[in-house]
């Protein structure tokens, strides 16, 4: 009687063959994320590429991207004790999109940014005896720059 095979180590087998070995540790990677990374950094960061021993994480902001530059070595060790035959030798860490179900266009549309609100500002005194009009629309924007600056606290 044959013994039957997961189809995960079918496609490991094809891959490795073809010399795509390092796109089974990328999905295996990439599946166990969330437990090597953890609940909070889970959220935020997601590993993006798997070349030369040095995996790209892709984060964030940059905020993420230095807070886990620092605590760099604990990272690599838990990604590390995860990997079975190839060591990751560094972490490169780069801020972009992080894949996720929160990427749904129909369920998370993206916000419009609400139009911009210039106050009305009165019109200065003898502008429209100026001749040239570039030289009065650059005294109106001046105007209404300096109308806007006076009014914050």
Do not use: Y
Not at 10 to 15: A, C, Q, S, Y
Not at 111 to 124: L, M
């Amino acid at each position: 009687m044959k013994k039957t095979k997961a189809v995960s180590g079918i496609l490991e087998e094809v891959l490795s063959a073809l010399g795509l070995s390092s796109v089974t540790r990328m999905v295996r990677l990439s599946s166990a994320w969330p437990d090597i990374a953890g609940p909070l950094l889970a959220g935020k960061t997601a590993p993006a590429k798997l070349k030369n021993g040095v995996l790209t994480v892709l984060v964030r902001n940059h905020s993420w991207a230095q807070e886990l530059q620092l605590g760099k070595t604990v990272l690599l060790a838990r990604i590390n004790s995860f990997m079975e035959t190839e060591k990751i030798q560094d972490i490169r860490f780069v801020v972009g999109p992080i894949p996720g179900p929160d990427d749904k266009e129909e369920e998370n549309p993206r916000r419009e940014k609400p139009p911009s609100f210039t106050p009305p500002v009165a019109e200065p005194e003898g502008i429209d005896g100026i001749g040239d009009p570039e030289t009065r629309e650059i005294l109106r924007s001046l105007s209404r720059k300096a109308a806007c600056r006076g009014r914050l606290p």
